[in-house]
């Protein structure tokens, strides 16, 4: 059973190996981004109001997406572990995280840190856009996501590096070469299955 975390800036590739980790692992995998684009799709009331925010590149406020990852995190099929994609990103949401682990007396295994430069993630983020016209992918809103980043997301790294459980992984190269070296960094791994050794 693994409990961790993928924590990097926005074209890291955090959603792209979680699917990998999620799938190789067997582990559920939480990404507050995709909740609440599929809040966005539903034209739910979570979903109008953190569209706002997602828009303009800023962070949905903390109070909206503490309560949906508690949520997330009382389904069953967390018990034998999970991986969250894109949270927490604020020194808030650290806090809240640690009370809802602590509840339930569990603790983290690993906390792993994508890393790559500026430059690249914005090639990588207007690639995006043109494949699937994202409405947060506009040169603009990205830079300001990774101003955000460095900003707020940057100290949470930072804690978790404090408590000794970060392990940074370097997010340059090929898609299958970064899942390699990701799966490499997960600590005593129980593979389900073949796939994450593409
Ligand atoms: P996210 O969905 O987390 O968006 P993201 O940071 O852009 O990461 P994503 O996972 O999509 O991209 P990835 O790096 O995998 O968040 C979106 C928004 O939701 C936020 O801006 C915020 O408004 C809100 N939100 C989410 N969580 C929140 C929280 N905790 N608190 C408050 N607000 C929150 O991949 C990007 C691209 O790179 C892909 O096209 C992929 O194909 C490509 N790629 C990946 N790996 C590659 C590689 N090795 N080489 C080349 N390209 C690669």
Do not use: C, W
């Not at 990097?8 to 799938?23: D, F, I, L, N």
């Not at 997301?153 to 940074?168: D, F, K, M, S």
Request: glycine share 10%.
């Amino acid at each position: 059973m693994t409990r961790m975390l993928i924590i990097g800036p926005p074209g890291s590739g955090k959603g792209t190996q979680a699917e990998r980790v999620s799938e190789g692992l067997g582990i559920a995998a939480i990404s507050t981004g995709d909740i609440f684009r599929a809040h966005v799709k539903g034209g739910t009331p979570l979903g109008t109001e953190a569209r706002k925010y997602m828009d303009a590149g800023d962070f949905v406020p903390d109070s909206v997406t503490n309560e949906m990852v508690r949520s997330r995190l009382s389904q069953d099929d967390v018990e034998t572990g999970f991986l969250l994609d894109g949270y927490p990103r604020t020194a808030a949401q650290v806090g809240y995280l640690d009370g809802i682990l602590a509840a339930r007396e569990v603790t983290l295994d690993v906390v792993l840190q994508l890393t790559a430069d500026d430059e690249e993630l914005v090639k990588r983020l207007l690639g995006r856009a043109r494949d699937t016209g994202r409405s947060d992918d506009n040169e603009a809103v990205i830079r300001h996501r990774l101003d955000l980043y460095h900003q707020q997301t940057e100290p949470v790294v930072a804690a978790y590096a404090r408590r000794t459980i970060l392990t940074r992984v370097d997010g340059i190269g090929g898609i299958d070469e970064v899942t390699a070296r990701v799966m490499d960094a997960i600590p005593n791994p129980s593979r389900v299955s073949a796939a994450s050794d593409r």
